[in-house]
């Protein structure tokens, strides 16, 4: 059973930065894709960034792209979302998810992932 578990989250002002990481663990995650998305308050869940584990490529959404970088550490079977540059509208809980689905153009949708942590809070203050 795959398990995947947030941490780093944090309040922070606008323009500065902060790291989330999400341990995974249950599984060898070679041919895993970990993706990152945010819940904003009263809003759906939306995908943030997705990084295949064997190759390390990455996918990211518009609004995140130059700001925010997925990276992973084998040894440590963890991903991290290094977050920069950030606004008050970046303020939602944070989860990461997992899936044996190595195409990040497909995986951009939370049904397309099948394990799920249980969130981090970040909060931009204005």
């Known amino acids: 059973q795959v398990q995947l578990v947030e941490s780093g989250g944090g309040l922070v002002q606008a323009g500065g930065s902060l790291r989330v990481s999400c341990v995974a663990s249950?599984?060898?995650?070679?041919?895993?894709?970990v993706g990152w998305f945010r819940q904003p308050p009263g809003k759906e869940r939306e995908f943030v960034a997705a990084?295949?584990?064997?190759?390390?490529?990455?996918n990211y959404a518009d609004s995140v792209k130059g700001r925010f970088t997925i990276s992973r550490d084998n040894a440590k079977t963890t991903v991290y979302l290094q977050m920069n540059s950030l606004k008050p509208e970046d303020t939602a809980v944070y989860y990461c998810?997992?899936?044996?689905?190595?195409?990040?153009?497909?995986?951009?949708?939370?049904?397309?992932?099948?394990?799920w942590g249980q969130g981090t809070q970040v909060t931009v203050s204005s």
């Open positions: 249950g599984r060898t995650f070679s041919s895993y894709s």
């Open positions: 998810a997992a899936t044996p689905n190595f195409n990040l153009a497909l995986l951009l949708r939370s049904t397309d992932y099948d394990y």
């Open positions: 990084i295949q584990w064997s190759s390390a490529n990455t």
